[in-house]
Each structure stands twice: as structure tokens, then as C-alpha cells.
């Protein structure tokens, strides 16, 4: 995958792409809004399932992403799509669910898929501010998931909030 990267635009658009699925599967994937007064309907509770594994299967799309972008940049020493607050933007969504997904399910595989996605946020930072300030936001998030996580993933997460600082 490497070798389509070179084409920025195809990256570019995958990141629109994820971007506009982490919108619609967060629409439905936390629909605890309603009172205990209004019952939920069966289907409800199903699109719930389908956007909790939706929002599971793009994150991971996103870490492959991040993956083949830095591959690809080692193998060119210049880094790729620096020019897209897409991917940035794409890439903070996937922090998010990231750091929900460690809180939620204690998984040591999402600390990981986060520290690549933080790596490509880090890159990209001495062309966007923003992705700085990301990393930053993603550090406090991370500092509160290991206080509330199994020792094991705590430990693994303290590691990472010392290597974003």
C-alpha cells in the first residue's frame, strides 16, 4: 500500500471517507439520551451493536492508515500528506475512539493502534498547530483512561503519557 500513498489525493480521500463514518456510527452509537420514561425499540438497540463495531472497524481502518503512512514516509524520508487537516481531523476522531475503546474494553491492542495514530499526529505537527494540540488533548485523555483501566493497561498508558510528553 505504500506505493498508492505516493498519490496523496487517494489517502486524502480514504480520511474524508472515515471521517464522514466516525460522524454517522457516532450518531447512533451512543443513544443514551432518551429518558427512562420513552422505552427503546428493538432496533434501536441494533443500530447501537452496528455502530459500536462500525466505529471498531474504521478506528482500525485508520490505524492501517496511519501505518502505511509512516511505512511509506520511512521509505521516502519526506512525509506524506502533510498538506491535509483531513487526515489530521480523521486521525483525532480515531484518538477518541481509541482512548473509549481502552476505557470501555481494558484493550492492550488499542494502546497500540493509538501510539501510531499519536506518532503520524506528532509528524504532522510542525506543519499543522493543530495536530500539537491534539496530541496534547489526547495526553490528558490518556492520563484519565489509565487511572480508570486493569493495572496492565494502566501501566501501558502511563508509558505512553510519558513518551507524549
Known sequence: MPSILADSSIA?????????????????ACNE???VIEARVPEETEMQKNSI????????????????????????????LSGSLLLTHCLYQASTEFTWFIREDNGVEEVACLKSVVQLLRAIR????????????????????????????????KQMEL???
Not at 66 to 74: D, L, P, R, S, V
Not at 135 to 144: E, M, P, Y
Open 53 to 80: 463495531s462500525g466505529l471498531k472497524e474504521v478506528t482500525q481502518n485508520v490505524y492501517h492508515l496511519a501505518q502505511h503512512i509512516i511505512e511509506a514516509t520511512m521509505s521516502t524520508e519526506s512525509l506524506l
Open 33 to 35: 439520551h432518551y429518558s
Open 163 to 165: 513518551w507524549l510528553l
Open 12 to 28: 486524502v480521500a480514504a480520511s474524508l471517507c472515515y471521517a464522514a463514518r466516525f460522524i454517522l456510527y457516532s450518531m447512533y
Open 126 to 157: 510542525s506543519r499543522w498547530r493543530i495536530a500539537g494540540k491534539i496530541v496534547r488533548i489526547i495526553a490528558r485523555r490518556v492520563r484519565t483512561t489509565a487511572n480508570d483501566t486493569k493495572e496492565n493497561i494502566s501501566r501501558s498508558l
